[in-house]
Each structure stands twice: as C-alpha cells, then as structure tokens.
C-alpha cells in the first residue's frame, strides 16, 4: 500500500530514472504526483465515427491508420496520413513533421482530437490539421498479451484523461495514465484528511481520496461536456483545499505579525492640532475615515500592516502625510518611499510645501544625487536628525540605518515586489514600525484576498471635489492632424498636454512605431514649432528628467512628449490633455494609469487614444474599455480577466501564489468561502471543532504549503 508520503520512485512503473525526470517537474511524493491532473479529457466511450463528423466541431476519433507519406511544400515538410473506418476516411496533416516519418505504420489503431474541416481534395469528405495523437494498438509489435490488454483497458471504453507528456516527451500521457492508475488502485484506503470535519461538511466536501480518483479517472457515465465546463466535486474538492490552506497560512501570518510589539503613537490634542494645521483642504469623506483607520492601527500596539487603496487622483499622498504627522509628533521617524526618482521627487516638492510649515526636518535620497551628499544625508537619517526621509524604495531599503524608525509608507506599491519579503535595517531590539502600503492600482478582491491576505486594507473611493469627468475619444492616427490642431487650441487656453508613447527609440524590432524621441524632434519642428515642447523617458539622466518634469510644473512646458515614464503619480494639475500614441499597444491597467495624469484640474480633461495600423480583438476591448468607463475597479478586473493573475502584477515578484489546481478567475466564490473557513478555524475554541483537528490542519499547512506559498514564516 502506498501512502502520500512515498517516494515516487517505489510507484509501480517508475522507478529511479523515471522518479529522477518527475523530480524535474517538482514531483517526489505519491502526494505530487496525484495533483498531476489531466488538462483535458477525451471521450473514448462513444468515439465519432467518421461519417458522422461536423466540420468545425472538436472532435476525437479512434481510427485505423491506412497510408502516410511526407510531402515536401516550397514552404515546409507536410506529413499527411489517411485514417479509416471502414469505408470511411479522415486525413491528417501535420505541418513540419518529419519526425512523424517513422511513428506509424499501417494497421496500427490510432486515437485521433482536434478539429474537424471539410477535406479539400483527395476524396475525403473531412479533415484534421494538426490533430494530437495516441497509439492505441500495435499488431506489429511484440507486447506480452496480457498487459498489453490491460494498457488497452485504459486508453479506450471510457472517459481517458488527457496528460501534459513530460521529460521531452519520454514521460507520454499514456505514461501517466497507466502510472497514476495503478498508483491509485494501490493507494491507502485512508488517507488523512487535514480539513476539519466540520468545514468539510458545510462546505459539502467529498472524500479525499475519492476526488483524487475522480479528478483523473472520471466516473463512466459522466457528460464529457460537462466534465469540461464545469468544476467537477472532485475538482472543488482539491481547488477548496488548496485555497483553505492558502488563506489559512495568510491568517496565520496576520496573527503572528499582530502578536508581535509594535509601537502604540499617542494620537492626542496636540497631535490631532498638528494634523489639522497641515492641510490644504477640506479632506473628502474617504480620506477622513481611511485616516481614522490608519490612525486606530497606530494606537495600538500592535505593528500595522495596511493596504491602502485608492485609484489615481484620489489623493493618497496627503493621507500618508497625515500619519507621518502623527509618528512624527510622537517622536519617530518616517521612511517614505516611491519607485521612481521623479516620483520621490515630487513627493518630496509637496512633502515640503505642506509640512515644512510645521518645521519638520525633511530630506530626499536619491540614486542620482552626489555620494557626499548621500552620505551626509545617511549621517543625519542615522543621527534622528531627519524626521521625514523620502527615496527609492531600493535605496532606503538597502543602504539606510534610522535612529527610531516609526513608519514606512511606501507608495504605488505594486511596481515592486517587496510586500512579502518587507525588511528595512533596524536594530534587533526595537519595536516594529508600522507599515502603510498605498496602490493605485485597484486590485480585484480576488487578487487582494490571496497577494495581500495578511493585510488590513482602506480604500479611498472619493475623488475630490471638483474634478470633472475626462472624455475619452479612440482615433486612427490618420486623423493626427485634427488631433494635434486641439491640442494647440488647448494651449492657447493655457493648458498643457502629455503626448505618449510606446518606444524610446526606433530600434530594428519596433519599426513602424512612433518613437517619442524622433516624435519630439518632429512635433517640435513641424505641428508645434510655436509651442514650448519637453521630452522625458527613462533613459535620461535623473537630474534631466527632474529638471524636465520641474519646468513642466511650472508651466514652461506647453507639451510634453514622453514614455510611459509619466504612468505612476505625476501630478501637474494643469495639464489637461493627453494623447496616447499606438495606444493599441499598451495594458489596460496602464492606459489606465496614464490618462489618471489628467483630470486632476477644473478644466475639462480629453484623452486622445491613438490607433496606428493593426488593432487586435483584445486591444479593441481594452480601448472600449477605456472609452466606456473610468472606474479603476471596473477596467482592473477587466485587466485581470484578459491577463490573468499572473500577468496582472508581473508574477512571481509580486508574490503570486502558483497554485496547482485553483484558478482566481474561476473559483472566486471558493476562495472567498476558503477566507471565512480558515478565519472561522481560527478564531476558536468552535464548539465544532477539536483542538486536534486545529492543530492538525495547521500541521498540514506547515508541512505542504509553507513553502509553496512563500509562507515560510508562519509558525
Ligand atoms: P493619488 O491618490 O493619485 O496619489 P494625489 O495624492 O496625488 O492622488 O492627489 C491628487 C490631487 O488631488 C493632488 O493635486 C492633491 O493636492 C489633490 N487633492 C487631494 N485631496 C484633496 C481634497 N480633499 N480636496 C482638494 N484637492 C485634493
Ligand atoms: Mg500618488
């Protein structure tokens, strides 16, 4: 008998070569290999007979291979082969498959999928280009008769799972078929089962051990079609326990970090006067209660951990400068940190309008600055001299020692991956600071439920008053000329427009595409030779991009050609114009991001989108998107819908768990059931459940998905 924890290599068929290439793919356990789940199925109960195909329809047929050859085209290698039942005939054709040459021979019985077209010549009433293919039975060859039998009793009269073939093709789906057959036959009755009883039975959980069976050997009878589409008791059973753990090992964290001394800042009068003298506004609603949260965390012991959330233009920043007010007045410094150097740079411009008033002492780090300088700035952060230290994330995480660090603020967060592994040099015996993480890049609760399900989170969903909606127009840039006539009229009015592009520069790949430094020399010369025109991008120097962005600021600027540079926070209330060249080729989030540039003045805002050749269906989406709607929310889940999760913040940096079985997309109302369960264990003591059970599950975490979910820590 077999248990989870086996060695794959005692698996009946696989032994240590074979163990060896699955370790490849991560797989050592008996337990792995189980979450090797077929990506489809195939029906071979009721194979299609070849007359009865439907050109465009996905189909599987069992055939008997007839006659092959190679062709070769001017263009490629075609391998062509004739199948048959019968009197009926299918033809194959593969493109470039010379390794085909020695595969089949005539006679042999072949499983066939893929998609059905009317044939075109040659006789045959049906095609299939490039079908995927299993041998099903040899004659010619020299099997024993037994277990050749037994092979045949699992690739045909059933519903046949379909394998991902591995180690270059030497592992076959046939491979895994027969191995993950036999091992399940072979698997202990009782395997252990780490969800609580109770949790299982609300949320209508069938057997472990049964949904393994059935996730790779569905029951016969089942409906292909709905074995597909749908999720499967079998599969919700393995996709709840995956995201159980996950957010499990998330609450956990929470706790832990909870549990740990943190600093408890007194808000008083004083403090309470003090904010109140720094502002240059009436704040909206959202930001007086998403800093009544922030400074409820602060009051307590314990370290906080919170997300702040809020779309462009909601006005984070004097959030954040709020609770640096209160660390401050309680005798602690604040680390803020952007990740941009003009971004760091901005904030420190308004950090010191509005708090310099107040007399704190702010500084600036940044990469570019002179070394002495730098090193005179450490010395006064090191001394507690400076109250208010504003960098690159990099450059204060890395190289910045505090006397009494209170406060980290890091700002547009999802540009780096550092939530997971957030550490800033402290000494060993001091309080952990308090943390305030700002996005303006919405997250959909899915993705903030499973990236950042050990923080707290605050969402600011008010704009300030007096903005007023940016209209949006799509156009070819054909009509480039209509285009650029606006934006004088607009500066003539006294605004100021950002035109953006895809490329710095034209390079061999991106040809046909508008560079913003070639665009720059020729909108300065040509349509708006009157006009003052910048250039920023990312290859320029840090000093010249500040002096550039500065300039802009002031108005010296009438338009500014740029890259995407410009995406994350740049504030210039005055700008109300904002083309975006080749807007075909960039994300939503992105295009979203941008155009939050514009609209942050009373003027009325316009966002040009600019299509230049080829729009594809997805890019066509995205510009209606835009188009249709400014909500960050809306148009973020419409991202993550087209990406998915893992592209959505750029994978694995952002710490995105890579899970086996769940998909975000699909199983949100799993996932948000797996948050009430785990919090639910958790709480205790639960009349229904046992301390056993508690200790167990969390014993199943530590050993399975710690470190699989980069949870090393939790404990
Ligand atoms: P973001 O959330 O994108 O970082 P900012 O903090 O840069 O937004 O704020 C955007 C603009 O709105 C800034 O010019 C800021 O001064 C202004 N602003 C923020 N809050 C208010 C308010 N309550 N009333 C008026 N203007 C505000
Ligand atoms: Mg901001």
């Not at 042999?108 to 009433?125: F, P, S």
């Not at 491979?175 to 395997?191: A, C, K, S, T, Y």
């Not at 540009?415 to 959909?444: H, N």
Request: proline residues 4%; charged residues 25%.
């Amino acid at each position: 008998m077999l248990d989870l924890s086996t060695n794959v290599q005692y698996v009946k068929g696989i032994g240590p070569r074979f163990a060896q290439v699955l370790l490849e793919k991560g797989i050592s356990t008996v337990e792995d290999l189980l979450y090797y789940l077929p990506f489809r199925y195939e029906d071979r109960l009721n194979p299609r007979g070849i007359g009865e195909l439907r050109p465009g329809e996905m189909a599987s047929v069992i055939a008997e291979v007839r006659t092959f050859a190679l062709f070769r085209t001017r263009r490629m290698p075609l391998f062509e082969m004739t199948v048959g039942q019968g009197r009926d005939t299918l033809k194959c054709i593969w493109f470039n498959a010379t390794y085909l040459q020695d595969k089949f021979r005539a006679g042999m019985l072949v499983a066939l999928y893929g998609k059905v077209e009317a044939g075109d010549r040659g006789g045959h009433r049906f095609q299939i280009m490039q079908p995927q293919f299993e041998i099903l039975h040899d004659p010619s060859a020299t099997e024993a008769a037994g277990e050749d039998e037994e092979i045949q009793s699992l690739e045909v009269g059933r519903i046949v799972p379909i394998y991902e073939a591995a180690g270059n093709g030497r592992l076959t789906t046939r491979w895994f078929r027969r191995v993950l057959h036999g091992m399940l036959e072979n698997l202990d009755q009782d395997i252990p089962d780490a969800i609580p009883a109770s949790v299982r039975g609300r949320m209508e959980l069938i057997d472990r051990r049964r949904a393994f069976w059935q996730a790779h050997w569905p029951e016969v009878g089942e409906s292909l079609t709905k074995l597909q589409a749908a999720r499967t008791p079998a599969l919700i059973r393995l996709i709840f326990e995956e995201l159980f753990f996950l957010e499990l090992g998330l609450e956990l964290k929470r706790r832990k970090m909870r549990a740990q001394t943190g600093i408890a800042f007194q808000v008083n009068d004083r403090v309470r006067s003090a904010i109140k003298h720094i502002l240059p506004f009436h704040p909206t609603a959202a930001q007086k209660r998403v800093l009544k949260e922030i400074a409820a965390d602060m009051v307590e012991p314990a370290p906080m951990r919170r997300l702040l959330q809020g779309d462009v233009g909601s006005g984070k920043t004097i959030v954040a400068l709020e609770a640096a007010v209160i660390a401050i007045e309680n005798g602690y410094q604040v680390a803020l940190m952007a990740p941009t150097e003009i971004l760091a740079t901005q904030h420190y411009l308004s950090a010191r309008r509005i708090l310099e008033a107040a007399g704190y002492r702010i500084v600036l780090l940044t990469g570019s600055q002179e070394s002495s300088r730098k090193k005179q700035t450490r010395h006064h952060i090191a001394q507690g001299n400076a109250q208010l230290v504003i960098g690159t994330h990099a450059l204060i995480q890395e190289t910045v020692e505090f006397d009494k660090l209170g406060l980290v603020i890091v700002d547009e967060q999802h540009r780096f991956g550092v939530l997971q592994r957030f550490r800033l040099m402290k000494k060993s015996d001091e309080a952990e600071p308090d943390v305030l993480v700002m996005t303006a890049t919405p997250i959909p609760r899915t993705l903030a439920l499973t990236l950042y399900g050990d923080l707290d989170t605050s969402v600011l969903d008010e704009l300030p008053p007096g903005r007023t909606p940016i209209t949006t127009r799509l156009v070819g840039d054909e009509r480039s000329g209509e285009v650029w006539d606006f934006v004088r009229k607009q500066v003539a009015a006294g605004r100021q427009a950002y035109i953006v592009y895809p490329v710095i520069e034209e390079g061999a790949m991106e040809g046909e595409l508008k560079a913003a430094i070639k665009m720059h020399d020729r909108l300065r010369s040509h349509e708006f030779a009157s006009l003052h025109v910048g250039l920023l991008h990312g290859r320029m120097a840090a000093d010249d991009k500040d002096a550039t962005m500065a300039s802009f600021q002031r108005g010296e600027i009438d338009v500014l050609v740029s890259t995407t540079v410009i995406e994350v926070g740049v504030d210039v209330a005055n700008a109300n114009i904002m083309v975006i060249e080749h807007a075909e080729r960039f994300g939503l989030s992105q295009l979203h991001q941008l155009r939050g540039r514009i609209g942050r003045g009373s003027a009325k805002s316009y966002c040009v989108l600019m299509t230049g050749g080829k729009v594809s269906i997805e890019a066509q989406q995205r510009l209606d998107a835009m188009v249709r709607t400014q909500n960050g929310f809306e148009i973020a889940e419409l991202d993550l819908q087209q990406r998915g999760p893992g592209e959505f913040f750029g994978t694995r940096q952002a710490g995105m768990p890579n899970f086996r079985v769940a998909n975000l997309l699909r199983d949100r109302d799993l996932l948000e059931a797996a948050r009430k369960e785990a919090r639910y264990v958790l709480v205790g003591p639960n009349a229904d459940l046992t301390q056993d059970e508690i200790a167990r599950a969390v014993q199943h975490l530590r050993s399975h998905w710690n470190r699989r979910y980069g949870l090393v820590e939790v404990g």
